[in-house]
């Protein structure tokens, strides 16, 4: 026995139905659509279940389907959701031109059908759409278009409070000003960006989107050779990058300033951050080899004990999932080798004699020499030089 239709409309509108179930009501509500003893509804009907089960299509990834059944609904009549779908599995599919009609289309069919009741709902609708279509006009190399209907986004989910909405949208447009080689008008948008992000009112919630605005405003003062800006600027992003919890972000920070200002101390912060929490080898080695660049520094302890806790941490790797790019992986290892023969060589020790001296001198990964290492970098390192709080990653 078929489930009476308006208890399946309404599961429906539940979430209650399964596909198959969907697919079955649209099935009825096509059949009956010119059945004058229909009780079920008209085109209105057929759209709202097309709606439903082409999104739920397009979220698994079945973008034929999902265009199949967006396209046999809009033969009864116009929906902007409708066509946005349709869109959207358009380009999924590659057909990028007809996506970028369709979504067209479906703005022009919110520009008609929006009351003052329906207004809100709509710029939210109309924001999203305004940003695929950028985003299909930028794969188009229309830039121009695609940049105006980005800001035309922005300014809808301003109006509607959408701070996440707004923030994407305008690092959209700082990169797109960014292609099109205009820093000045890139750098207005990532201000903006940071002012959103930092506001009093919003706390920490979006800490990191001006985090990322401002490591950009760096990168730009960078290109722009201002290198007192760009120094400043990742400065202030260091406390930013600290409370988002953004470890990797912060590691790369303190390694640029570190090497822009020649700071020994600020790269051993680094190096603490990569040994302790993020297992950067290819930053460690790096850093390494910006540390003990000079010949007269290789004979520095500590450079030895660094490249034996570079190794250790590689060891401590092996056991994870294989890497999956192999080729970069065996660069690595071979460059932290070479690291560590290199300082056994200074201090006269054969290769055939090297896993006896990491014995005798406590450098394997048993000994415990990334813990060695790390705890001789915070004794060097005064407490107030730090440039983060230590004791927030700190295991």
């Not at 990322?212 to 760009?230: K, Y």
Request: glycine share 4%; aromatic share 4%; charged share 25%.
């Amino acid at each position: 026995m078929n489930t009476p239709p308006a208890i399946s409309l309404e599961a429906l509108r539940l979430g209650a139905l399964d596909e198959a179930a969907q697919r079955a009501l649209l099935g009825q509500a096509l059949a009956q659509l010119d059945d004058p003893s229909n009780t079920m509804g008209g085109a209105e009907l057929v759209l709202e279940v097309a709606d439903h089960l082409s999104y739920t299509l397009l979220s698994e990834q079945r973008y034929v389907e999902a265009r199949d059944i967006a396209e046999q609904a809009l033969n009864v009549g116009a929906d902007a959701a409708l066509l946005h779908t349709l869109a959207l599995s358009e380009h999924a599919l590659g057909e990028s031109k007809k996506a970028a009609t369709h979504l067209e289309q479906a703005l022009k069919q919110l520009d008609e059908t929006t009351d003052a009741q329906s207004r809100e709902m709509h710029n939210t609708m109309r924001g999203d759409m305004l940003e695929h279509l950028a985003h299909i006009q930028q794969s188009q190399n229309q830039h121009l278009r695609a940049i105006q209907n980005l800001e035309h986004a922005a300014e809808l989910m301003h109006s509607i409070k959408d701070i996440e909405g707004y923030i994407r949208v305008k690092s959209q447009l700082a990169k797109c000003a960014h292609e099109l080689g205009d820093a000045i008008q890139s750098s207005e948008h990532w201000m903006d960006v940071l002012s959103v992000a930092r506001a009093p009112a919003m706390g920490k919630t979006y800490y990191e989107h001006a985090a990322r605005a401002l490591l950009q405003l760096a990168e730009l003062a960078h290109e722009g050779e201002n290198f007192e800006m760009e120094n400043s600027l990742r400065r202030e992003a260091l406390d930013v990058l600290t409370e988002a919890g953004m470890v990797k972000e912060l590691a790369q920070t303190l390694f640029r300033i570190a090497r822009s200002q020649e700071q020994r101390e600020t790269m051993w912060q680094a190096v603490w951050l990569m040994l302790a929490v993020t297992q950067n080898i290819e930053g460690l080695i790096n850093a390494h080899a910006w540390l003990y660049m000079r010949e007269e520094q290789k004979t520095d302890p500590d450079a030895t004990l660094l490249a034996a806790a570079i190794w250790a941490s590689i060891e401590s790797m092996q056991n994870m999932a294989k890497p999956d790019d192999m080729a970069r992986h065996a660069r690595i290892t071979r460059m932290a080798l070479s690291q560590l023969f290199t300082c056994a060589r200074i201090q006269g020790i054969h290769e055939t004699e090297i896993k006896i001296w990491m014995e005798q001198a406590k450098l394997r990964l048993s000994d415990g020499v990334i813990q060695t290492m790390l705890n001789r970098i915070e004794s060097q390192v005064e407490p107030s030089v730090w440039l983060f709080d230590l004791h927030l990653f700190k295991k």
